[in-house]
């Protein structure tokens, strides 16, 4: 990854933490936000494919932990887990726009379900049944929609050298 590429990211991430702590965080869809810190994570680890994206994940979780009422370090772990599992299952997927959200969406899946479940263990989530079906299904779906919108624009500003957008 070259330097241009890293601050490029370090700026979408700031614009996710903008987005979510603002307007994601007021304007919900059936009560559940999109995260838009996880999909930009998750964007530069398609582009980067190396351990940098765990430490960015992390940063970015760290950040956002900072920035919220959560556990200091809750989402850094889990951000920083699903960015090498982001890393680890990159290659099983085709390189176009539609592949790509979809590969975000299962990433999400997993954030998800172990934000709800490691945010339980450490009581950190109290939310009923409805809501946590709510976010299961809703959050990967919504950063679907997100990651269909700025996979080619994350292709193109963080590596715009190579082709296909993986």
């Not at 919220?68 to 889990?78: C, D, K, M, W, Y």
């Not at 009581?123 to 080619?152: F, H, K, S, T, W």
């Amino acid at each position: 990854m070259t330097v241009r590429a890293v601050l490029l990211a370090v700026l979408g991430a700031l614009v996710a933490l903008a987005l979510q702590t603002t307007l994601f965080g007021r304007a919900t869809i059936a009560g559940v936000a999109p995260d838009a810190v996880l999909v930009a994570v998750l964007l530069f680890a398609v582009r980067s494919r190396s351990e940098p994206a765990i430490i960015f994940a992390f940063v970015a979780g760290l950040v956002f932990d900072a920035l919220s009422v959560t556990a200091l370090g809750l989402r850094a772990g889990i951000y920083a887990t699903v960015a090498f599992l982001a890393i680890r299952t990159i290659d099983r997927m085709d390189s176009n726009p539609f592949s790509v959200a979809a590969w975000v969406g299962l990433m999400t899946l997993a954030g998800v379900l172990l934000y709800l479940v490691v945010g339980t263990i450490f009581g950190q989530v109290n939310m009923d049944a409805g809501e946590a079906m709510r976010r299961i299904i809703l959050v990967p779906i919504y950063n679907l929609a997100l990651a269909v919108v700025l996979a080619p624009v994350s292709a193109r500003l963080l590596a715009p050298s190579r082709r296909g957008f993986i």
